[in-house]
């Protein structure tokens, strides 16, 4: 089992920045891919970017690209989400996923954080 825990959600204004992290633990991969996901009220839950163990970045959604960057420390087995410009369309619950590179669905995730941005 993998453990994953968020940290790192808040309030913000419009414009503002934040970073979320995502520590996972337990019988990690050494050959993972970590992604974060976001759900807003109402609405299904929607990719926003992924990252390979080796630091590559799989991709990132149309509506995050430019200001949202995607990182990990393989030492702290920690991925990071860090937000800038953000919207208060970006307002959504946060989650992180993680997966065996060799698989194509995520088996893992988090129990999520709240980022807010207000107008």
């Known amino acids: 089992q993998v453990q994953l825990v968020e940290s790192g959600g808040g309030l913000v204004q419009a414009g503002g920045s934040l970073r979320l992290s995502c520590a996972a633990s337990g019988r990690t991969f050494s050959r993972y891919v970590m992604g974060w996901f976001r759900q807003a009220p109402g609405k299904e839950r929607e990719f926003v970017a992924a990252i390979m163990w080796s630091g590559s970045v799989l991709s990132y959604a149309e509506s995050v690209k430019g200001r949202f960057s995607i990182s990990r420390d393989n030492a702290k087995n920690t991925v990071y989400l860090q937000m800038n410009s953000l919207k208060p369309e970006d307002t959504a619950v946060y989650y992180c996923?993680?997966?065996?590179?060799?698989?194509?669905?995520?088996?893992?995730w988090g129990q999520g954080t709240q980022v807010t941005v207000s107008s």
């Open positions: 996923a993680y997966r065996s590179s060799g698989v194509s669905s995520y088996d893992y």
